[in-house]
Each structure stands twice: as structure tokens, then as C-alpha cells.
């Protein structure tokens, strides 16, 4: 008796699942991912300027002009400055220890004006914002000590409003020249 053999079927994995068990780790990893949200510069924008609501008139005093341009070069009331030196003139401008004719009025009569050219780096606009916003917060910690016997960031809600009528922070970002 010759037995024949019989030719062996192929084993083979049964794929009909497959496709389920890879969408259902698709899911997976789609709900269980963070995406970082860039939030941007936080700012308080002023309101639009209209017929009725026409901007306030700024005394040449009270203004300091901050101007970048694309070599990332600073000059402040068409001064050539080190960008080092921004912070320590700012503080000067804004507290006028002296009561100079040439520095802001007061605290809150100062104004802050930095403006760029189209071709200026990003880089340099950051930085430069960071000074001015670090002026402000040093000027804020300041006047928080003296006041309150802390720093601006351990004071509560009301005493930080105390401090920021003192020092407020006016910074106009003003448009590039159109080309």
C-alpha cells in the first residue's frame, strides 16, 4: 500500500484583524499625545482708534523711542545704544530720579515706543522686547520691596494692582516705515 502523501497548506496568519488593531492604536496614540500650542506675546493691545475714540496726546517728553533696524542695531531718541544698555536706560527714563526735563514726567506718563524694520531678524525683536519687559519688571520688584517687603511675584492680587498703578507698563509697538 502506497500512501500518498499528502502536500502540506501553507500556514498562513489570519490578517482580518489587522486592520482594526492598527486603527485602534492610531486612536490610541492620537488621544494620548500632547501638542504644544505656541501662545505667542502676551500683550494687552489698546483699543482700535476711531473717530470717536481718538488716541490721547503725547507730550515728546514722556516717549522714548526705541528703533531697531536690520542689522540689529538699536537707537533710542536717536541715540546709538548697546543693547546691554537698554534696560539701564529705560529704568532711568521711567523713574527719573532727577526730575530732568529730558526723562518722562512721571512713572505713569511714560511711554515706550519700539519699532523695527521689515528685515529685522526675529531674534533681535525678542530680545529687544525682553529688555523693555525686564525694565518694567525690575522697576515692579522695586517698588514691591519698598512698598510691601516682597517681590512683585509673592504679592496677591490687590497689592500687585497697587504696584502696576505705580509702574504701568505702556509699550507701543509701533509699525515698520512701508517700503
Not at 536717536?78 to 532711568?92: C, G
Request: glycine share 4%.
Amino acid at each position: 500500500m502506497l500512501l500518498k502523501k499528502r502536500e502540506r497548506e501553507s500556514a498562513e496568519i489570519n490578517g482580518s484583524s489587522m486592520a482594526d488593531i492598527a486603527f485602534l492604536l492610531l486612536i490610541f496614540f492620537l488621544v494620548t499625545t500632547t501638542i504644544n500650542v505656541d501662545t505667542g506675546i502676551g500683550m494687552v493691545l489698546p483699543p482700535p482708534v476711531t473717530e470717536d475714540n481718538p488716541p490721547p496726546p503725547i507730550k515728546e517728553r514722556n516717549l522714548m523711542k526705541i528703533l531697531v533696524n536690520n542689522a540689529g542695531l538699536v537707537t533710542m531718541d536717536d541715540e546709538s545704544t548697546p543693547i546691554d544698555e537698554v534696560q539701564t536706560k529705560l529704568i532711568e527714563f521711567i523713574k527719573n530720579p532727577e526730575a530732568s526735563e529730558e526723562l518722562a514726567a512721571s512713572p505713569q506718563a511714560a511711554i515706550v515706543s519700539l519699532k523695527t524694520v521689515r528685515e529685522t531678524p526675529y531674534r533681535i525683536y525678542i530680545d529687544m522686547l525682553d529688555e523693555v519687559i525686564g525694565a518694567y519688571a525690575v522697576l515692579r520688584n522695586e517698588a514691591a520691596n519698598q512698598n510691601f517687603g516682597r517681590e512683585y511675584s509673592q504679592l496677591n492680587q490687590e497689592q500687585k494692582k497697587i504696584v502696576d498703578d505705580i509702574y504701568p507698563k505702556k509699550i507701543s509697538i509701533a509699525e515698520p516705515d512701508p517700503e
